[in-house]
């Protein structure tokens, strides 16, 4: 009989020795990314998959974990149960208990579905690529953005042809949609948009999703079913806060009630500021002039006030003032790219208690985004610590010659935000790397650290901290402060709304499913949208085709995620706006009950700890300025 010491640390050892090996390769994959470099990461992809399956699949390491969980005394406080805890899960849902013939069609069914999302996306970014828009008379480009359109007669001279090529990616897309007087234009865009990967494309029908979708609803539903669940919303959510698909549906609803009559209201506003009805690809682009109109407040006043520079020091000062930590820029580390920073987080005492690498600037072969990835995890070594070390990933407008990177107030929040997470892997406490930092932490909660740093970016105090103009050192002068933080609720109800239905689209797929094929899907979409959607959608809509978040991967019966973690968010912010935002007890309390506990406690029991009750729902709505409706 072996211990936890004796028999789960070395296998928690292995785990990390790959992680060491394997985090820097995925990261420069990301972030520097080279042909060569491609062909190893993808030759190695299979190999990590194939032995990530046979460990989850062995029944002798599900053994060992089951007998070092029942010998473990109860109350050891350090995180070993949920090690072991959640191992066992995990092979319970990767199906080690079945027999060796569903054992095997479960790994079929793996392989399958990872292939099959692969395709999803791929089919997606081609039948994006398998079309533009060809234009040769200038009138028709009114409103576009003279770099968009220089852009665009670079890709026509290019293509040999006259005039201007526009691509359908997403920036192109959004500028379009926002920018492009022409309704004819926007049109076009917003239909090739929406019919992507669908058999209504305009550009190659090769590229349908609609099979895929299907085929892929199928597999995890037998999924599920091989390991004794109902239906995969059931099997997903065993890994998730929330309980059950009630409880999430109940949750949604309950926020579409409360939010609808404000998306209503704020549609009306939008369509009599037009003085006419409005399509699906007419709302961007008079959303962006009424919100020009009443809060007249533009991202090119505001960014001249956020340098990068400054607003890191401001934001190193906001971490400071919560949890005495200085952040010290380490020089001489090497790194992938010169203008790549290594920091050092430093407690009172002078001890180190972590690292971060930030990466920040748009290059050629970096991947888009802005993300956080842990490089190091926390772990107990012998006579020592091993101490984590995170990414902070950004794709801010590099500087020129003669001006500073300047970030739009959208950036800032980006900023706040990975930092967050940053803080989330660098500040735990906990010495296992399978439940340490962001290990461990359920889905639906894990952007609660990261949504909660939001907010400070709004706080006058914060921006007064982070803003300084570039040439005259300047803070945000308070009207432009009051006219940025009042434009916070622009069309909150109509965004509420819409994430709704993409969750309650999501939830429904997976929890009703009986059979999938293309019709069923659009229905179920359809009855959702009946139910709480405002903005009217065309009837050739495609969305679920290039719905990449749930048949894509990841967030597969989890896209309520995103609300989820607000709530929780805005209601944890709501005792800093109670009691103080630099509060030194509340943020040690944040810091002990939230962000230092990894995976190793249930995270609505940690909540409550924090709280002093279970979440509520009535921040987030106030935060987004929505009342509660009024009874009828
Ligand atoms: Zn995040």
């Keep these: 009989m072996l211990s936890f010491e004796e028999g789960i640390l070395p296998l928690e050892d292995l785990a990390d020795r790959l992680h060491r090996v394997w985090a820097p390769i995925s990261h420069l994959h990301a972030v520097a990314n080279n042909p060569q470099l491609r062909t190893a990461y993808n030759n190695c992809l299979p190999l990590l998959a194939r032995y990530q ?62 292939q099959l999302q692969a395709e999803f996306e791929q089919n997606v970014l081609d039948s994006m690529t398998s079309q533009s828009y060809h234009e040769t008379d200038l009138e028709t480009l009114a409103g576009i953005p003279a770099t968009v359109i220089e852009q665009a007669a670079e890709n026509a001279r290019e293509a040999s042809k006259e005039g201007w090529l526009f691509e359908l990616d997403q920036p192109t897309y959004m500028t379009i949609m926002t920018h492009a007087e022409n309704r004819d234009m926007r049109f076009w865009f917003y239909r090739a948009w929406v019919t992507r990967a669908s058999s209504d494309a305009a550009g190659d029908r090769e590229f349908d999703n609609t099979d895929v979708m299907a085929r892929i609803l199928a597999l995890r539903q037998e999924q599920a079913r091989l390991v004794g669940y109902a239906h995969y919303a059931e099997y997903s959510l065993i890994s998730k806060m929330a309980d059950s698909v009630e409880e999430i549906r109940d949750f949604l609803q309950n926020l579409a009630d409360h939010a609808h009559a404000t998306a209503v209201k704020e549609f009306q506003t939008l369509e009599s500021f037009a003085g ?163 290990n461990g932490v359920p889905w639906d909660a894990v952007e609660l650290p990261s949504q909660f740093m939001e907010n400070f970016a709004w706080e006058p105090e914060v921006v007064m901290l982070i803003s300084s103009h570039y040439e005259t050192g300047e803070p945000l002068p308070a009207e432009l402060l009051e006219k940025l933080r009042a434009s916070r609720i622009f069309q909150a109800g109509l965004q509420m709304v819409r994430q709704i239905e993409f969750s309650l689209f999501d939830l429904r797929l997976h929890a009703e499913y009986e059979s999938a094929s293309g019709d069923d899907i659009l229905g179920v979409l359809d009855e959702i949208r009946a139910q709480v959607a405002v903005v009217p959608q065309p009837e050739f809509n495609r969305f679920p085709n290039s719905f990449t978040h749930i048949f894509g991967g990841g967030y597969a019966a989890g896209y309520y995620s995103y609300k989820w973690a607000e709530v929780l968010a805005a209601d944890a912010w709501s005792a800093f706006e109670d009691q103080g935002i630099f509060n030194a007890d509340l943020a040690a309390l944040f810091r002990s009950k939230i962000l230092e506990i990894g995976g190793t406690e249930k995270i609505s029991d940690a909540f409550k700890a924090f709280r002093g009750r279970p979440p509520k729902i009535q921040p987030l709505l106030r935060q987004a300025g929505i009342h509660a409706p009024q009874p009828t």
Excluded at 64 to 81: E, N, S, T
Excluded at 85 to 96: K, N, P, S, T, Y
Excluded at 396 to 413: E, G, I, Q, R
């Design 276 to 438: 006419r009805s409005l399509a699906a690809w007419d709302i961007a682009f008079w959303s962006d002039k009424l919100r020009l109109r009443e809060y007249s407040v533009s991202d090119a006043q505001l960014r001249p006030y956020f340098p990068l520079d400054s607003v890191l020091d401001g934001l190193f000062a906001v971490i400071y003032k919560l949890y005495g930590l200085k952040a010290e820029l380490v020089e001489d580390v090497n790194t992938w790219q010169s203008d790549v920073r290594f920091y050092s987080l430093v407690d009172a005492s002078g001890e180190v208690i972590g690292g971060m690498f930030t990466d920040l600037f748009a290059r050629r072969n970096k991947r888009s985004g802005a993300w956080m990835d842990d490089c190091i995890v926390r772990k107990k070594l012998e006579h020592d610590l091993q101490k984590p070390v995170a990414h902070l990933v950004c794709n801010f407008a590099p500087p020129t010659k003669t001006v500073p990177c300047l970030l739009s107030h959208d950036d800032v929040l980006t900023l706040f935000h990975e930092s967050g997470h940053a803080l989330h892997h660098l500040l735990t406490r906990v010495d296992y790397p399978s439940v340490s930092g962001i």
């Design 53 to 114: 399956t046979e460990i989850a699949q062995n029944e002798r390491l599900y053994r060992l974990y089951q007998q070092v969980a029942d010998r473990m005394p109860p109350g050891r406080a350090d995180g070993a149960g949920a090690v072991l805890h959640h191992a066992l899960r995990d092979f319970r849902l990767a199906g080690v208990n079945l027999p060796l013939k569903k054992k095997a069609r479960f790994k079929a069914i793996v392989e399958e579905l990872t």
